[in-house]
């Protein structure tokens, strides 16, 4: 087998880079352990500017159905916030749906695609179903547990936060336009609308031994509005994680995705993040070398991770949460502010001189949760 890239991993970021590196001309090969339609714990919605990133891919999101939302919701028992986009809908899809969509366009573009297939490293080499592969650049896309990324020596790095994550489907209408992240006793539960009468229902939570049942049981008005809605799919569960790596690229090999180091689930940022760095990736490449991705790809990570520290410190402290969501309730504008920075249409900077102490407050770095190596 040869290649010029070979890609471990067809979940969304592999499938990505395999699109924007073909689009470039390069020669792809891409295996995944599974066989499609690959699903995953995933809270399935889609921040407003991966309707930009897809578009470069030649990948129409319409097509996939799904549901637009158009914007957040944060809550807990005392206080509720909203806020829309600035720069238009994110839209909410079934992840088995985004695979197709990614699969279909991958497949139009002639790279070859093999399922079923794990990667597999053998006395220092790597092996697709057995055979040796011989490629110029080899791409780890297998996500949040990497082994390319332990084999090619890319685990150093820092976690700053390990959560537990469940994910299952309802049926019944969705009841707002907005995606709603709810806090609760036992963690959050984050709604998010991918069809017209289902709904997507995440959770996330630092509790082991703690499901989706659990933490949604614990917040009533979740419980009011799923009372006697039909469970449409088996929940799947993953763990969430914060995790800085010290390089994402050695030598011949460079990781995107989850692989590359990612961020907790609630800032619903992880799909957004492995498009980014698929294009990056791919005009890295085109440029002739690696160093521009590792240089660019801090960059693409630094403010969701900002914003992951954000919301982890309100999930940490629930007096710190309530004095936050008051402070939103009482001034909408910062709320809306805040929405515009975490989707990149706002600097952190002028949110911060607008609004002064008030952003201050919220803006604190966080606490490690746990360090050492990734
Ligand atoms: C509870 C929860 C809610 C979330 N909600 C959101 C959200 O609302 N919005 C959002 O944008 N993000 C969300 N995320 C994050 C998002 O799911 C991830 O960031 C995203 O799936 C990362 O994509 P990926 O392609 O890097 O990895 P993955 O989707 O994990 O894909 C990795 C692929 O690699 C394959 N693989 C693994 N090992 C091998 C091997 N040895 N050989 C070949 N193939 C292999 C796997 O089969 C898999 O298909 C959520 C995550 C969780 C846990």
Known sequence: MHCDVLIAGGGPAG???AIALRQRGADVLLADALRPPIDKACGEGLMPDSHRDLARLGVDLRAGGGAEFRGMVFADEGARVSADFPQGPGIGMRRTALQRLLV??????????????????????????????????????????????????LETGTIRSRRYGFRAHFRVAPWGPHVEVHWGRLGQACITP?????????AMSRIP???????????PFLC??????AQTTRERGSLTV????????????ALVGDASGSIDAITGEGLALGFRQALLLAESLEAGGLEPYEAGHSGILALPRRMAALLLRMDGAPWLRRRALEAMAARPELFRGLLAVHVGHEPLSRFVLRHGAKAGILLLPGRRQATGAA
């Open 224 to 229: 009011g509005k799923l009372a006697g809605a």
């Open 242 to 253: 914060t995790r800085q790596l010290a390089r994402v690229t050695l030598g011949n090999v």
């Open 209 to 219: 031994g703690v499901r989706l049942g659990d933490v949604v049981g614990a917040i």
């Open 15 to 17: 499938l990505a880079a």
């Open 104 to 153: 279909d366009r991958a497949s139009e573009l002639g790279v070859r695609m093999l399922w079923n297939t794990p990667l597999l490293a053998k006395n220092g080499r790597l092996l697709i179903a057995g055979n040796c592969c011989h490629y110029r650049w080899l791409v780890g896309a297998d996500g949040l547990g990497s082994r390319l990324r332990a084999w090619a020596g």
């Open 194 to 202: 991918v069809g017209s009468q289902e709904i997507s229902v995440s």
